[in-house]
């Protein structure tokens, strides 16, 4: 499967943290056919084919190999309602392959015939053969992000969080993405009287989250930028990211991988963008 996403270097990372840690846990939950299906692959002779070209599946390969280098563990999709719950949530988070696209016949792993043409070459001039251009990941957490409107401290540790280097220190920066969080989500918690400070970090972000968007808890009506913080941090399936911050934290045990701190920046930035301008509006403490 890795043959088929050669340029997410994020993927093939959680792919082999899998591999070394939970391969069990993986095979248990692809056995299940209605996985196969709904993730648009399947299993031939000692190989995988897929049913979708690389673009319409990788969201869902993506988080498959996301969950389970993170916090998703073999208790979470033993049974089979598990496994459907857990198809269901991948629906509608949109991470499915979009079922009008799928392929006339399936393709073996890594098979060509699905890029992205460059511009110059779907206009009809010269061009190379190349790949689409993918996102360059992250080597630190909240990169590039500032918060303007919070508390001097929180911006300042932000800052300086964001210099620890995330490959080689993810466990340092794993404890500074969930300080990072949890300063802001307070602040804005006592300062918009949304609950008071000793709140547990997942209520405070649930009423944060139920302050910038109303329609949160409705997957099909939510903003699209906040849903996966609240699916990862409220879900009663997949919300296991406070659990995993926590952890960081407090449990001496707990070894992040890099793929789970950058999944968990990316899901939880768009909340910390959003709420420093919330607080640009609200009164001065």
């Known amino acids: 499967m890795a043959s088929d996403f050669p340029d997410e270097p994020e993927l093939l990372a959680d792919i082999e943290t899998v591999k070394r840690e939970r391969l069990t846990t993986l095979g248990r939950l692809v056995a299940d056919p209605d996985v196969r299906q709904n ?24 988080k498959i190999f996301g969950d389970l280098a993170g916090q998703v563990g073999v208790s979470q999709i033993k049974s089979k309602a598990q496994r459907a719950e857990y198809i269901k949530k991948a629906a509608e988070s949109r991470t499915l392959p979009p079922r009008e696209q799928r392929r006339e016949a399936p393709r073996a792993a890594g098979a060509p015939g699905d890029r992205v ?20 990941e992250e080597t630190a957490i909240f990169k590039g992000l500032k918060l303007r409107y919070v508390d001097l401290r929180t911006s ?4 300086q969080a964001q210099k620890v280097d995330l490959v080689s220190s993810a466990a340092i920066a794993a404890v500074a993405l969930r300080v990072v969080i949890e300063l802001t989500v307070t602040e804005a918690v006592v300062r918009l009287g949304l609950g008071q400070e000793g709140d547990k970090l997942r209520a405070k972000i649930a009423v944060v989250l139920r302050k910038l968007d109303p329609q949160i808890v409705d997957p099909m009506k939510a903003d699209p930028e906040l849903k996966q913080a609240w699916i990862r941090s409220q879900d009663a399936t997949a919300g296991v990211a406070v659990q995993a911050m926590n952890s960081f934290v407090h449990n001496v045990m707990a070894h992040p991988t890099v793929g789970e701190v950058r999944e968990l920046s990316r899901t939880f930035r768009p909340l910390l963008e959003r709420t420093d301008a919330l607080l640009a509006q609200a009164p001065d403490k």
């Open 39 to 62: 993730f648009g692959f399947d299993f031939v002779e000692d190989g995988v084919e897929f049913h979708f070209d690389r673009e319409h599946i990788l969201d869902g390969v993506r």
């Open 117 to 136: 043409q460059p511009a110059s070459e779907s206009a009809g001039g010269p061009g190379p053969t190349m790949r689409r251009s993918m996102p360059r």
């Open 156 to 159: 300042k540790f932000l800052e």
